[in-house]
């Protein structure tokens, strides 16, 4: 009797299953056949997808509890979930990034025909797979760079004295010695402002195998230091490797807050209009805790709604001037920008060129505003393109000259504005009340970005 009823239960939870997965499938992942993509596919798609990365010390893979099991849970919510069987590094870690960047590819790749949302795919990493998650996450191109992620007691850095040894060795090899291979791929180094998307982590706090405050904590810290999305969980106890077990503790719980994060993780629609912000720190958000909520950009997606898709490309301190301190043109966010293929952009540049080791360039300013906007125009979307003007200077605390954004570098905008036919968006006007700036007296503070959305915003609607 008693192997009746144990029958009978597991013939109830596959036909759970069954009913929450319409379809499921392998595909083959890399080259070789050795790396697969094992994929469930939704009865009720959202459009939202997670593609799962197990963990296992960079040495061997936790199919099951870390990958497979789990999609019962994220089908029932509509989510498609791929399990990602990647290849082992053996020291070559370019091998199991290739194979996370296929599978992301090959996800986007497939929008349409799997009923996905492409800005809506997110990754998932356990353990070592957290660390190839993570490592998606910061270092990926922007056309197979994650919406988000999801974080399970991972391993962060590559600083073995701190960190899981055997991941090091098996992701770096040798190159576990060298300093800045270690840094370049400790992951918590490697988190920048606005480019690193949204994460959850959750860990339990007696983990051993994976300190968390080294690992886990630091990648939240980071997070919260450059003012992006990230929420962290750390549970009194379960050790490492919990996974989906519903032996574990605190399973129920975790489950729940993973579900609360992704019911309130919100992204443009798949049909949405694309919006680059391109820009300086006021663009970026400087000097406002979490601006990836209240910085310009932010404020506008908030004003525009969910019908358009909001991207903030600012990068403190740059120029448009290719012989200024530090050129827009050549930062990995210009080409990030480019590769986001937008349908609408608004160019902000031109405050830091007025310091006047960057101006005795002036001559040539003309002609770098024109490269980009020609690379602009060039793109398979053929942007609409808004030259936004610098907004006033009030302080001098950086070498910012006002005098030279109102009088040489504004009329330069209109005047290539003019040229290429397209509409100015008068910021040095329209944001000048002192409150509205931080106390330096050149960014302007949450309010101030506020003012600079609705005007943007405007101009954007009509």
Known sequence: MKFQVIGWMCLLMALNVSAQTARTFKLVNSPDGESVLTCFLPQNPTGRAV???????????AMEHEGTDWAPYFNEKGIAYFVLKYRMPNGERN???????????????????????????????????????????????WEVRPNFSILFYPVISMDERITHKGSCVGFLGEGRHD???????????????????????LMA????????????????????????????????????????????????QMLNELSTWLDNLKMPVKEAVRVACIGNSITEGFGIPMSSQLAYPAQLQKLLGSNYNVRNFGVSAHTMLNKGDNPYMKRPEWQYAQA?????????????????????????FTADLQQMIDALKALPAKPTIYLASPIKVHENPYQINDSIVANEIIPIINKVAKKN????IDLYHSITDKKLYLSDGVHPNDKGTAEMAKVIANAIKQ
């Open 421 to 424: 036919k397209l509409q100015v």
């Open 95 to 141: 091998i199991p990034m290739s194979d996370a960047y296929n599978a992301i590819k090959t996800v986007r790749d497939s929008a349409d025909v799997w009923n996905i949302n492409p800005y809506d795919v997110g990754i998932m990493g356990s353990s070592a797979g957290g660390h190839l998650a993570s490592t998606v996450s910061t270092h990926a191109p």
């Open 340 to 364: 986001f293929n937008p349908q609408v952009v608004v160019i902000k540049l031109g405050t830091n060129d007025s310091k006047p080791y960057n101006w005795q360039y002036g001559k040539e």
């Open 179 to 201: 300093k800045e291979l270690v840094k370049q791929f400790s992951n918590d180094k490697q988190v920048r402002c606005h480019t690193t998307p949204p994460a959850i982590i």
């Open 51 to 61: 593609v799962a990365c197990p963990g296992g010390g960079y040495s061997h893979l």
């Open 205 to 252: 706090n007696d983990d051993r195998a994976v300190p968390p405050v080294t690992n886990g904590v630091a990648y939240y810290s980071a997070m919260r230091n450059q003012g992006n999305e990230c929420a962290m969980y750390i549970y009194p106890s379960g050790g490492h490797g919990f996974g989906f077990r519903s032996t574990y503790k605190y399973h129920d």
